[in-house]
């Protein structure tokens, strides 16, 4: 008889991954958190007490964090196409280009910085009142706002989505073509 419901804790795909004609090539998952990012960069800006903004600062930073981790795990294991383009970009990203110092200077070490020990804010220059108000951040060669250094990061990840879906369609187009 056919198998109609996974197992508990059994992993389901729509599709075969090695499917060329049923692949995806799409970061649904990881689009997904980053929707939520938004979310919660939103609610940073308009939060006004002082534990409110910190609470809703430290949410976003792990969902931008989180936003890789899902591209990586969730999304990368939908198809072969997507999982050696989530690799091809990450080999990118660890290279330590200019244009990936967002991700290195601020959603990394934010999260570690958060995660690990439960800090943030290390790498402020000018506070400018109280610790829960917006102080400007270094991030690579620029000093950024908290909401600006938000708004880049999820720039930065729009940007690196759209590379990954792009090169896993070029791939999943070409083993079409030869198959």
């Known amino acids: 008889m056919a198998k109609t419901f996974p197992n508990r804790g059994e992993r389901q795909f729509r599709t075969d991954r090695n499917d060329p004609f049923g692949a995806r090539a ?5 689009r997904r958190v980053l929707r939520d990012c938004h ?4 609610e940073f800006r308009s939060a006004t007490t002082p534990l409110e903004r910190r609470l809703r600062w ?32 990450w080999r990118r990203v660890q290279a330590g280009s200019r244009a990936d110092d967002v991700f290195h200077d601020f959603i990394e070490r934010e999260r570690n910085l958060l ?3 439960y800090k943030s804010d290390e790498y402020v220059l000018e506070p400018r009142g109280t ?19 938000l708004s880049r990061a999820i720039a930065w990840w729009e940007r690196l989505l ?18």
């Open 115 to 117: 995660l690990k020990e």
């Open 26 to 30: 799409d970061a649904v998952a990881a």
């Open 131 to 149: 610790d829960d108000e917006a102080d400007d951040l270094l991030v690579g060669a620029e000093v950024l706002t908290r909401n600006e250094a």
């Open 58 to 89: 430290f949410t976003v930073l792990v969902l931008l964090r989180s936003v890789g981790h899902v591209l990586a795990k969730v999304d990368g294991e939908r198809s072969d196409h997507l999982r050696d383009a989530v690799k091809s970009q």
């Open 162 to 179: 759209g590379d990954v879906e792009a090169d896993a369609q070029a791939s999943l187009r070409a083993t079409r073509r030869s198959g």
């Open 39 to 42: 979310h919660a960069a939103r």
